[in-house]
């Protein structure tokens, strides 16, 4: 007898201790809208695309799988990447601002004297199957299903995709230091080629004050200290 999937989605929650970051697991089930899942925000939020010989009035959100902000038209059935002729400054989603190497965008936590301190938000296939019959599952032909449904030849998404596989992912948030939209992972070697000036004192600093690169207090932290 062949089991009956839910259509319910199940939120797994990871803490992975006091100072480590949250680790967010989903698992999905057939016959669900992956779009939920995709993007961070619970809704599309009014924002603004500012660019360098322009600005447009957008509705947005962050999708992480393809870890970059996308927008929508009123009827919210296909996301599509922001472009524009002129190179692109920032973006605005609600209260939060994001920013981009030309590939991904970041999610800004701080920024002083163009230097800013930004979160890598992405998100992962961490475990999938499909179900083959009597019981059977198929890793090959959920993997193809998957990078089939998550293909975006044209530059957009559909939002109205439903999924034939179950699957779990995960979403992560890591830290990236940045200049003139040039962005490398926050971490000791990276301040310090960047900051050749302070490269002892930032070594120095994160011995001392046992700086974890992946809490976002410790990265605050560490950037007011190259900032002050």
Known sequence: ????????????????????????????????????????????QEGVAEFEQNRNTITANYNAYFQRVQYTDKNEIYAYDVQSTSPLLYITIGEDKWVNDGKKHYRVVREEGGLILAEAI????????????????????????????????????????????ELTMERRTNYVIGLNNDFESLSTKNLGK?????????RDFVKKEKIDFTVREDAIRVFEFITQ
């Open 122 to 165: 992405s998100l992962h296939t961490v475990d999938q199957a499909k179900d083959a019959g009597y019981g059977a599952t198929s890793s090959t032909s959920a993997i193809s299903t998957n990078n089939a449904m998550f293909n975006m030849n044209a530059g957009f998404m559909d939002l109205r995709q439903v999924s034939t596989i």
């Open 194 to 202: 960047l900051l050749p000036d302070k490269k002892s004192a930032i």
């Open 1 to 44: 007898m062949k089991r009956i999937l839910t259509l319910a989605a199940t939120m797994l929650l990871t803490i992975l201790g006091a100072t480590a970051q949250q680790t967010e697991k989903f698992v999905i089930h057939i016959e669900e809208p992956l779009s939920k899942y995709l993007f961070l925000y619970d809704e599309w």
